[in-house]
């Protein structure tokens, strides 16, 4: 990756825009969904900013960019149409260590900012890391139709109830399928719909039965041609589950950026055409675990007691072209 992604804790950001036209009004209205504490260097507004600083109370230097004014802060935005002031803030602002942002001159910024899709508190953020903005736009536009508008009423139910699960649902694996479950099922449609508290009082009842564990699984996805285009729904949401992922070196490395985030993973030096490791996955199966084994191609597994002995669900998935 060329760029980093990571969330700055608003609390912490002291921000200095240098500029006052409207492309300074776009970066302060972005910065306001998080922040007031904002600084604006610039001997003229135009309206807009004008506005924001008004309402906002925002601090306002009524002078051009001068140096000496970033030492207590810690993001700066150059947004002036002087290429050779933006260059004096991106020089100064470099001895300093700060993020630096330099509107139309990439090569002069230490962060970009990404396309943002807010559900808050869910918030998603997508770059094309500058190289195909038409690209991230219509990708943007899939995602913002696909995501239901009160998505992040999800996020808030959760942060709610996180102590009182927690204090019903002891082990960690057991909170996740009980999450899982909620989520998905009538509650979350419930919190969807506007109904919050129908669905409050279907979590408080939920939570007065017993969580049956995780039962454990053995899937078999057989990725075919080995393109992660190609991968089915079907397959997309058994990784999405997955605790655990075995694959061998015939395997496309680009179908583990399927799996969960942080399933642990198996990489095995040995082709599953000659030997699966039965052993480990059925042991971690039988502990509540769903185990993915991700084979290259349409291979046959080779005939293995182990397996076929074994009681733990198993499932064959083909995926692919």
Same mark, same amino acid.
């Given at each position: ?127 094309? $890391?500058? @190289?195909?903005? !038409? ?5 943007? =536009?899939?995602? /913002? ?5 009160? *998505? ?118 040995? $082709?599953? @055409?000659?030997? !699966? ?5 059925? =042991?971690?199966? /039988? ?5 993915? *084994? ?28």
């Amino acid at each position: 990756m060329k760029y980093f992604p990571v969330y700055l804790d608003a609390e912490h950001i002291n921000a200095m825009i240098v500029g006052g036209g409207e492309v300074a009004a776009r970066k302060i209205d972005l910065l306001l969904k998080s922040t007031t504490n904002i600084t604006v260097m610039s001997e003229t507004l135009g309206s807009s900013v004008e506005r924001l600083v008004n309402l906002h109370q925002l601090t306002w230097l009524k002078h051009n960019y001068q140096p000496g004014h970033l030492t207590q802060i810690n993001l700066v935005i150059a947004a002036t149409d002087n290429s050779e002031v933006n260059s004096a803030v991106a020089k100064e602002s470099a001895k300093l260590k700060l993020l630096t942002n330099v509107v139309d001159q990439p090569e002069l910024c230490t962060y970009i900012t990404p396309a943002i899709i807010d559900r808050s508190p869910m918030i998603i953020a997508m770059s094309s $890391s500058g @190289s195909a903005p !038409i690209l991230l736009r219509m990708l943007r =536009e899939q995602i /913002e139709k696909s995501l239901p508008n009160g *998505y992040g009423k999800l996020a808030d139910f959760s942060f709610k109830f996180r102590d009182h699960v927690k204090a019903r649902v002891k082990s960690i694996r057991d909170r996740r399928t009980f999450w899982e479950r909620t989520l998905r099922g009538s509650i979350g449609q419930a919190i969807l719909d506007g109904n919050t508290t129908h669905a409050e009082q279907q979590l408080i009842s939920s939570l007065k039965e017993q969580t049956p564990p995780p039962s454990g699984e053995l899937v078999f996805i057989h990725s075919l041609d080995g393109n992660p285009d190609n991968l089915t729904l079907k397959a997309h949401r058994e990784m999405q589950f997955a605790d655990a992922v075995f694959y061998d070196q015939e395997v496309n490395t680009d179908l583990i950026e399927y799996a969960r985030r942080d399933a642990n993973k198996y990489p095995q030096d040995i $082709s599953s @055409s000659i030997l !699966i490791n039965s052993q480990h996955a059925i =042991e971690l199966a /039988e502990q509540g675990e769903k185990v993915i *084994y991700l084979l290259a191609g349409d291979i046959e597994i080779p005939n293995n007691a182990m397996l076929s002995q074994s009681k733990i669900i198993k499932k064959h998935i083909y995926s692919g072209c």
